[in-house]
């Protein structure tokens, strides 16, 4: 009898719903865009006093890892491409005739954003779920990076429950340094079953007065041959529009 209590009290204490954080992470990736895809995108870098400057990329991504993102503005950067496989990056220049090697810490258009905002990856490709927690309307996701090579070593996702979609991401240093805040809004159905935030805003503790906007104006599923992500065909990524 005293077993038979024990069992029913754990049975009473246990959560009537664990939720699977890897799946729910993975779930988030393909909410946010197909896994190989075509993408335009504005990107707007906002200083303190107001000014402002816009570039818009054409990206492609295939599975997992691979991504290339083409200038098509301003007219001086018009052309340039970056490249990037995994954890490796690379600009192509075309006055300059060769790929240069960047970090994911570094950006190709200054402002808030870094490389790896720009060239990012699925979430579930570059960290693992250390915990989930839960409100009434929203996950927290603690994210920890499988390697040392990612941009951010933690990231703390808030997932909205009804849409599976991220509001608000804080990005870590090792140091437990709050690096910068991520902020998904304005919900669009960009058709072919794509409904996801149209907007990403970022700023950041270490540039007060600094802000940088990503504007989605198109996103869809798009099938892409394997010798488009070499350095290669880096200057040769304008004919896929």
């Known amino acids: 009898m005293k077993i038979l209590t024990v069992l029913l009290g754990l049975l009473v ?34 200083e303190p006093d107001g000014s402002r400057k816009e570039f818009v990329l054409y990206s492609v991504k295939k599975g997992r890892d691979q991504l290339v993102a083409l200038f098509l503005d301003p007219p001086s950067e018009r052309d340039r491409a970056t490249l990037r496989l995994g954890e490796n990056m690379w600009l192509y220049i075309p006055s300059v005739g060769k790929p240069i090697r960047i970090t994911s810490l570094q950006s190709v258009i200054g402002g808030v954003f870094n490389n790896a905002d720009i060239l990012r990856l699925d979430y579930s490709t570059e960290y693992a779920v250390e915990e989930v927690s839960e409100t009434a309307d929203s996950y927290l996701l603690s994210l920890k990076a499988k ?20 509001t608000v991401i804080g990005c870590y240093a090792a140091s437990g340094l709050l690096i910068k805040t991520l902020t998904y809004k304005d919900i669009k159905d960009f058709g072919d079953g794509i409904t996801r935030p149209a907007t990403l805003e970022t700023d950041s503790p270490l540039y007060k007065g600094y802000k940088s906007v990503m504007l989605y104006g198109q ?23």
């Open 147 to 166: 390697t040392d090579d990612v941009a951010y070593d933690r990231l703390k996702m808030t997932v909205d429950k009804q849409t599976e979609l991220p």
């Open 219 to 241: 996103i869809r599923a798009r099938a892409v041959p394997d010798e488009v992500f070499t350095l290669e065909y880096l200057p040769r990524v304008k004919e896929l529009r």
């Open 13 to 46: 204490a246990a959560p009537a719903f664990a939720v699977d954080g890897t799946a729910l992470l993975q779930k988030v990736d393909r909410n946010l865009e197909p896994e190989s895809y075509e993408m335009y995108r504005k990107l707007i870098n906002i």
